[in-house]
């Protein structure tokens, strides 16, 4: 909660420079705006079959008979209009999830991110802001991670988790920075979270799969560490050009 409310009222964004000050929140009229900035919903949709597909068709774990579990479970007609239904239902949980995403990216985004873009960089601030982001989460990792997959060492879980959440640290902070705002991060983590889950459900569980895949496995870890590379290139070139146009001007 601490968090919560120190992102609420002081929230820092960068200045034209890069740097970052100290002003009111920001959550709309970013710069990447909202619909531009729409295209990260649809992001975790990327990785996650970049990640899911591999393993559904390599180890045969693809298991549809989920789907039709789920109409049944919710209720819905077994046609095409609950089939249907159901796509929106998963489609629409990121935009609930934002309540808890926001008050998580309110404090690593928000309120974390830019002081440390500030004293160190893009580079730097996005490692140290996914370690700390990781490590938080460890406690839970190491109390829950057994009972679920019993036989996967904790250590190869929490490595897994750590290069994935400091890859798409890289994403959050591009998103961060270009937009001033913290909403397009919550949206990010919140359809991360949605879709890695119905991807999860879509997946048959067993002690090959479990060291594959969700957010403690080797699929997602090894799928992130180039979309990471891809932002923080685009980061680097958007930088490059700035200070070329700078020049210029200081030039004329």
């Known amino acids: 909660m601490g968090r919560l409310f120190a992102g609420l009222y002081v929230v820092p964004r960068c200045r034209?420079?890069?740097?970052?000050?100290?002003?009111?929140?920001?959550?709309?009229?970013?710069?990447?705006?909202m619909g531009r900035s729409s295209i990260f919903y649809a992001l975790p949709i990327a990785f996650c079959l970049g990640a899911y597909l591999p393993?559904?068709?390599?180890?045969?774990?693809?298991?549809?008979?989920?789907?039709?579990?789920?109409?049944?479970?919710?209720?819905?007609?077994?046609?095409?209009a609950g089939y249907l239904g159901l796509a929106l239902l998963v489609l629409a949980q990121p935009l609930s999830g934002m309540v808890g995403s926001l008050g998580e990216e309110l404090g690593w985004r928000g309120f974390l991110l830019p002081r440390l873009h500030s004293l160190m960089g893009f580079t730097k601030a996005s490692l140290a802001t996914g370690l700390i982001w990781s490590i938080w989460h460890f406690p839970v990792v190491i109390a829950v991670f057994p009972l679920y997959r019993p036989g996967v060492p904790v250590w190869y879980a929490l490595a897994c988790f750590t290069v994935t959440v400091v890859a798409i640290s890289f994403v959050h902070s591009w998103l961060r920075l270009c937009s001033g705002s913290a909403w397009p991060s919550a949206l990010?983590?919140?359809?991360?979270?949605?879709?890695?889950?119905?991807?999860?459900?879509?997946?048959r569980e067993n002690p090959t799969t479990w060291y594959l895949t969700f957010e403690y496995g080797l699929g997602l870890a090894v799928v992130m560490l180039p979309v990471a590379y891809a932002f923080w290139w685009s980061w680097r070139k958007r930088q490059t050009g700035a200070e070329s146009q700078a020049g210029s001007e200081i030039t004329v």
């Open 55 to 80: 393993v559904w068709l390599g180890c045969d774990a693809f298991r549809p008979r989920a789907v039709q579990e789920s109409v049944v479970k919710l209720g819905l007609p077994p046609d095409a």
């Open 16 to 33: 034209g420079d890069g740097r970052s000050i100290v002003c009111p929140p920001r959550f709309a009229g970013s710069r990447v705006g």
């Open 188 to 203: 990010l983590h919140a359809a991360s979270n949605a879709f890695v889950a119905s991807f999860q459900a879509l997946t």
